[in-house]
């Protein structure tokens, strides 16, 4: 599964993406970690100290290593500087497994012991002094949209992302790269507001948005809750003084995490598995097309010079039976 925690920032989105890797390498499912956001938190949520972080490797700074991983032998794609961050696979593409050893993983993915299980952790890499006025954000996680765009992964394995705050995913097609996004939303006005903007832009595209109350307190908390998303919202995590902990520099043990709160998690997984029962590869593959045609005439062919519609293969949909040019 594919899956992406979004919400405006300080609605604890990065805390809540933590637990459920957490919990999900708890339960012994392989499991990828991405952080996306612009802030860089997820690294010391799951426990890492800040120059463990700062010292994880950066997927833009290997982004011409792992396009050119990607591309394989497909005879659509004629050179790794011809592939823009919405290049699709076809066959002769290599794809990305989440549980085995390939370039891209040895030079960007870090293995983080958990004191339940242990997950491999990427990062786009910081929004730099360097990168102002010169870039935007959405450099920083093309190299994202790549990964997803190239994976498979099978019933019970995870990639789970942590997106950077507010809406800004919606200026590329990342957010339809997931099967599952839980927004994360504080009982209170602006925390419901990025909730709107994403189930409007969402909507045109099938993607499967769930909320998930965060910082609940009562009966109030919870019918505001309810009345502001109506069926999208799915479970609440209520005051956690096992959060409290975390944030002020411990490492308490998952299984001491609040009963109520880790049923929380494990209704996060339910959800997950019915979103993998209803997966569409044909639609998977028509919506990456889509915007890689749109980023193409948008920007795309001017910086390659060349006409990026030829690099779509119309026979291919990425599927759980398609191999690796390696054929592995």
């Known amino acids: 599964m594919k899956i992406a925690f979004v919400g405006k920032g300080g609605s604890g989105k990065t805390t809540l993406s933590a637990l459920f890797i957490r919990h999900l390498a708890a339960a012994g499912c392989p499991v990828i970690a991405v952080d996306a956001d612009i802030n860089q938190h997820l690294g010391p949520a799951l426990g890492l100290t800040d120059d463990q972080a700062a010292a994880l490797p950066s997927l833009g700074a290997h982004l011409p290593e792992i396009k050119e991983y990607l591309r394989g032998s497909n ?8 592939m823009i961050k919405t290049t699709p696979p076809g066959r002769g593409s290599r794809l990305l497994r989440i549980v085995e050893e390939n370039p891209v993983y040895a030079a960007c993915a870090r293995p983080v012991a958990l004191d339940e299980g242990s997950v491999r952790l990427l990062a786009t890499g910081a929004f730099t002094e360097q990168d102002l006025g010169v870039a935007c954000y959405h450099s920083k996680v093309g190299a994202v949209e790549l990964l997803l765009n190239h994976l498979i992964d099978g019933q019970d394995e995870y990639l789970v992302t942590d997106m950077t705050a507010g809406s800004d995913s919606f200026a590329s097609g990342l957010f339809t790269r997931f099967d599952l ?3 994360v939303a504080e009982p209170t006005r602006k925390g419901v507001s990025v909730y709107r903007q994403y189930k409007e832009y969402a909507r045109d595209f099938g993607v499967t948005l769930k909320v998930v109350g965060n910082k609940v307190n009562g009966a109030d908390d919870l019918a505001f809750l309810r009345r502001e998303v109506g069926d999208d919202l799915l479970t609440c995590f209520g005051q956690s003084d096992w959060v409290r902990r975390l944030e002020q520099g411990a490492e308490p043990e998952l299984r001491t995490l609040e009963p109520a709160n880790r049923a929380v998690l494990a209704r996060l997984r339910e959800q997950a598995e019915l979103a993998f029962a209803a997966r569409e590869p044909e639609r998977w593959t028509s919506q990456a097309v889509h915007f890689h045609l749109r980023n193409a005439e948008s920007w795309g062919n001017a ?17 759980a039976g398609h191999l690796d040019a390696a054929g592995v």
């Open 75 to 82: 005879p659509l794609i004629g050179s790794a500087e011809q």
């Open 181 to 183: 996004t839980f927004l």
């Open 303 to 319: 910086k390659t010079g060349i006409d990026l519609a030829t690099q779509v293969d119309p026979g291919f949909v990425l599927g």
